[in-house]
Each structure stands twice: as C-alpha cells, then as structure tokens.
C-alpha cells in the first residue's frame, strides 16, 4: 500500500534566510541576511535569461557554445527581466547592499574534501 500524498509545503515567510557558502580551499560559511523576495525573483529572472540566450546563440551557430556576449546584462532584454525600472546596475547595488548586511553566524576555515580525494584544481 502506498504512502498518502504530501500536502505542498506551506510558503516561507520568514524574513531572515541562511545561506551557505563552500569553497575546498576556505571551509564553509553560513550567513543569516534578510530575505528579499523581488531579489530573488531578478536573481532567477537573470539566470533564465542567460539560459535562453546561451541556448538561442548555439542553435544559431548549429548547436555550438558561443560564449555569453560581454554586454548580455546590460541590454535592454535583461532590464527588462527585473522588478522595477532600475535595470542592472540598481540589481548590482541591491546585491551589495544584501551583502554588506549579511552576518556570518558559522564559520569552519579548514579544507573540506572527500576521503582520497585532492584540492588540486581542475587543470
């Protein structure tokens, strides 16, 4: 017999977020910050945008990776992707200012990495 279904998740309302960072040569670092949703909304909307247009340019060139053009968030298709008229640049303040609020609440300064396995980066 099978397991009833899971009601959804309720939405999250809380106004603070963790966000956890790992890097193999600095450790891993938690930061509680204040969550923003209209930012994550830009966040995810830039992310689709680069998706598309990476996707649209290698069809274009049949089906080969051309790179992402140097201005691809600066033009005026990504301006409008975001919440409010500030375009790219009022994105990049909003992240600084996300940022520099953020408070480290955990902090593990040494490597981290599989048994056996090596901090040698990719070569």
């Known amino acids: 017999m099978h397991p009833p279904p899971r009601s959804p998740a309720p939405p999250v309302t809380h106004p603070l977020l963790l966000l956890a960072c790992r890097s193999v040569t600095q450790g891993i670092n938690v930061f509680r910050m204040f969550r923003d949703d209209a930012y994550l909304r830009d966040m995810l909307a830039l992310a689709a945008h680069l998706r598309d247009s990476a996707a649209a340019a290698a069809a274009a060139a049949g089906g080969t990776w051309q790179g992402v053009p ?54």
């Open 70 to 123: 140097p201005d691809l968030f600066w033009g005026e298709a990504a301006g409008r992707q975001l919440h409010g008229s500030e375009g790219y640049p009022g994105f990049l303040q909003r992240t600084v200012r996300l940022a520099e609020s953020a408070e480290c609440v955990v902090q593990h300064a040494g490597a981290l990495h599989a048994p056996g396995s090596s901090l040698q980066p990719f070569l």
